[in-house]
């Protein structure tokens, strides 16, 4: 009887012990619980805080180019007075425009291709100006698709980015002759057919011009041989001029073949520019230079922009890196403000260098006076644009983003679209970009 007692007695004992245990590890648990949470309060805050002081920068970075341009509003020759502003043009400006194969397996239905799931996310940037611009660094030719080496994309990929908003593409790249001329003429026939515009090409082979121009200037157009495209953007005349360092295939094509693709001469630039000139109020350069996958300017770069500059070319749009390069006001010789965007990275790709996912949309406004036949530049503004991968297992794996909303969603607790380490590296990329733009 006692020995059960006993036992009864060390049970309650072991059993109260047991329960003060429990509520000590509970207790525990709920501290750490409380620590953790705090800790991710305090980190969610840090990380506004740190998007909020980034976009800071990016816009002010922004307001100084906006002070910069605004000079050109004052004309010299009109004893410091402002211009009156009768006519204004929106015009937005994507870098290169390319294709990968895992693109095309993303997009691939039972039917064919929808690349249209790719650009919904920024169609709206280029659709809010009259004319947007990008360089198409891909063919559509019947046969074998391709990605790497030679480019070459199912024309659903065209339809994609014409419904994203671009209206006149520079066919001036490395790629234009991967298939000869011929793969170019049916590209071009190809692109003709979607009602967007081309420049940066050969009249030999290129009739674009025809939906621009009147029948006469059509004709004074050939008999020029100008390899641009003038465009009347709200009564503003535009001319848009492209060129290319060279081609990927130069060993493989013809010097006869050679003679379809823009590649940049002094004497080839000067020509357009005094046609340009003679016939239009505004003339945009789009080149395709530069090193690939850097951004640093190179010397090839500077020695053409000195000559842009210097015979009256208005702005010069820069791709082929594939990633962005410094954003510059050079005055030339008269001391107007020229804006060279050396870079403007890939509007979309899925290339794998480290900063290929990261691009400028630039938005330029050019202005006009009733009593003047040139055009000045207004206004810009840039919006970083992210391709973001989703993976292969997802449903849509490739996506372009606005970067800043992106990460100012996720700041805000929003983690559906990306996790803590993507919010990390854009946080990064958005600080590295907004170093790169303002290099001086």
């Known amino acids: 009887m006692r020995n059960r007692r006993n036992t009864r007695k060390r049970n309650v004992v072991l059993d109260t012990i047991t329960n003060r245990n429990f509520i000590i590890i509970v207790s525990i648990l709920l501290a750490v619980i409380i620590v953790a949470e705090g800790v991710i309060q305090i980190r969610k805050y840090q990380d506004r805080k740190l998007l909020a002081k980034q976009a800071e920068e990016l816009e002010k970075q922004t307001g100084e180019i906006f002070t910069a341009i605004e000079n050109n509003l004052t004309n010299p020759s009109n004893n410091g007075e402002t211009t009156v502003i009768t006519r204004t043009a929106r015009i937005s400006a994507v870098g290169d425009i390319l294709c990968q194969m895992d ?31 990008g360089t198409l660094e891909t063919n559509f030719i019947d046969g074998k698709y391709s990605g790497v080496g030679k480019y070459n994309s199912p024309v659903e ?126 003339i945009i350069a789009i080149m395709h230079w530069g090193d690939v996958n850097s951004s640093t300017i190179t010397d090839y770069q500077n020695n053409i922009t000195g000559f842009l500059v210097n015979n009256d070319v208005d702005m010069i749009l820069g791709s082929h890196p594939s990633v962005v390069e410094p954003m510059k006001i050079i005055q030339n010789a008269e001391g107007k403000n020229i804006l060279v965007a050396y870079s403007l990275g890939n509007y979309i790709s899925s290339l794998k260098y480290e900063n290929a996912d990261v691009e400028l949309i630039l938005n330029i406004q050019i202005a006009k006076s009733s009593d003047s036949d040139k055009a000045i530049l207004q206004k810009v503004d840039y919006t970083p644009i992210y391709v973001l991968d989703n993976g292969t297992k997802a449903e849509n794996r490739f996506e372009l983003t606005d970067m800043k909303q992106l990460a100012k969603d996720y700041a805000n607790g929003d983690t559906s679209k990306i996790s803590r380490k993507k919010y990390d590296e854009i946080i990064k990329k958005l600080d590295e970009l907004q170093k790169i733009v303002n290099e001086n």
Do not use: P, R
Request: aromatic fraction near 8%; avoid cysteine; proline fraction near 0%.
């Open 157 to 282: 990929f065209l339809k994609a980015v014409k419904d994203s908003g671009i209206g006149l593409v520079s066919l001036a790249h490395n790629h234009v002759l991967d298939y000869g001329t011929q793969g170019l003429e049916t590209t071009i026939s190809k692109i003709k057919e979607q009602n967007v515009e081309i420049t940066g090409i050969k009249n030999k082979v290129d009739e674009s011009n025809e939906s621009t121009l009147d029948e006469e200037k059509t004709k004074e157009q050939e008999n020029s041989n100008f390899t641009g495209n003038i465009k009347e953007i709200n009564g503003i005349k535009v001319a848009f001029l492209g060129y290319t360092y060279g081609l990927s295939n130069e060993n493989e094509v013809t010097d006869e073949e050679k003679k379809s693709a823009n590649i940049y001469s002094e004497e080839l630039a000067q020509k357009d520019i005094e046609y340009a000139k003679q016939n239009s109020n505004y």
């Open 103 to 133: 693109m095309i397996d993303d997009a691939k239905i039972d039917d064919g291709y929808d690349f249209s799931h790719m650009f919904t996310g920024i169609s709206k940037f280029v659709k809010n100006s009259d004319l947007a611009i």
